[in-house]
């Protein structure tokens, strides 16, 4: 009877032993446990800063943890980013910038990753604003435009790198505008780069809306043109005209921003990133305030979404540093297509 009893005993413990290992086991959502690290690959105060900021925040709320920003400039963005390619890839230290110039790194061969190896949390687009000095001389783009063909020397453009709004804007320009002469002065981001115009020691500059905004509603800027087939709305100030009214030609597409973080980082982060971005960010008055302040737009997306969205500008950025000869690697080794 006793024999029985253990026996009965021995099947239905068993038998609960069995029917807990059945239940498969549920992936514990990520809760960083201390603060993680935004690598901004720019200079405080320019395009990428600003907006980065505003998204720390955010996520700082969604996640219950500081995110903090880190600036580490170098190389038109690419030392920070490689910074955050060379920890590890936990989710911890995560990259910020335009999927633009991430996606050309290889090309330029300043950083191995390609597009495809990083997971990519798209924010806000920020068109290039070609804009000069309040009191120069030149009142419209089709001003300036004749002065790049006519002046016996080349006029100074004020760039944050050669990957920035400013350098592939005026390639774009080049291209479509035969015989202009320009030397770009080259700074560490975008507010150096802005600041130089303001001041008088370059002649103009075409970095981001953002970069400019406050300088323009202070009246310090004169905007001649956004970089765009369709006009800018910026607030404080009213409607800058697209630079195809003067050239047509003008090749253009939205200039992504956002927060990158490794591919291969573990599942639950990327899980989680996924649906804080889906839910919060997405959804964000602060980021829907932020964008319209700054000339920005708005438009929050992930993952493979992400990945077609960055894809226009991407080509139009790898493709013209390729041919211009700035970038000696052929875009299409890294799976980025020519723009029709």
């Known amino acids: 009877m006793k024999s029985k009893k253990l026996a009965k005993s021995w099947i239905s413990a068993a038998f609960a032993a069995s029917a807990f290992l059945a239940v498969p086991a549920i992936a514990e959502e990520w809760k960083p446990t201390e603060p993680v690290t935004i690598i901004v690959p720019w200079s405080a105060g320019g395009s990428t800063d600003t907006v980065t900021r505003v998204v720390a925040g955010e996520l700082s709320k969604a996640f219950g943890q500081n995110f903090v920003i880190i600036n580490q400039p170098g190389a038109s963005g690419s030392v920070g980013t490689r910074a955050v390619w060379e920890a590890p890839h936990d989710g911890m230290t995560m990259a910020a910038g335009a999927a633009a110039d991430l996606g050309a790194y290889p090309v330029f061969g300043t950083l191995d990753a390609t597009l495809d190896q990083w997971r990519l949390y798209l924010h806000v687009a920020n068109p290039g604003l070609v804009s000069v000095r309040a009191d120069s001389e030149w009142e419209n783009f089709g001003d300036l435009l004749e002065a790049m063909k006519s002046a016996s020397e080349p006029i100074t453009v004020s760039s944050g790198g050669l990957s920035s709004a400013t350098a592939i804007s005026m390639q774009a320009l080049e291209k479509a505008a035969s015989g202009i002469k320009f030397r770009q002065i080259v700074y560490e981001g975008g507010n150096p780069a802005v600041i130089s115009t303001v001041s008088g020691e370059t002649q103009f500059t075409a970095q981001t809306a953002t970069e400019q905004v406050d300088m323009i509603r202070a009246g310090r800027l004169k905007p001649l043109a956004v970089i765009a087939d369709q006009p800018l709305e910026l607030q404080g100030y009213g409607t800058v005209p697209p630079v195809t009214d003067w ?43 932020h964008a319209a302040e700054r000339g920005a737009l708005f438009k ?18 790898a493709w013209q540093q390729f041919d211009s000869g700035a970038a000696p690697n052929d875009p299409s080794k890294f799976g980025i297509p020519r723009p029709e």
């Open 247 to 289: 050239l047509p030609e003008v090749a253009s597409a939205p200039n992504f921003f956002g927060i990158f973080i490794p591919a291969d980082a573990p599942k639950e982060v990327l899980d989680a990133m996924d649906k804080v971005w889906s839910e919060e960010i997405a959804n964000s008055e602060v980021m829907k305030k």
């Open 300 to 317: 929050a997306t992930h993952g493979e979404e992400a990945a077609k969205t960055a894809l226009p500008f991407l080509s139009i950025n």
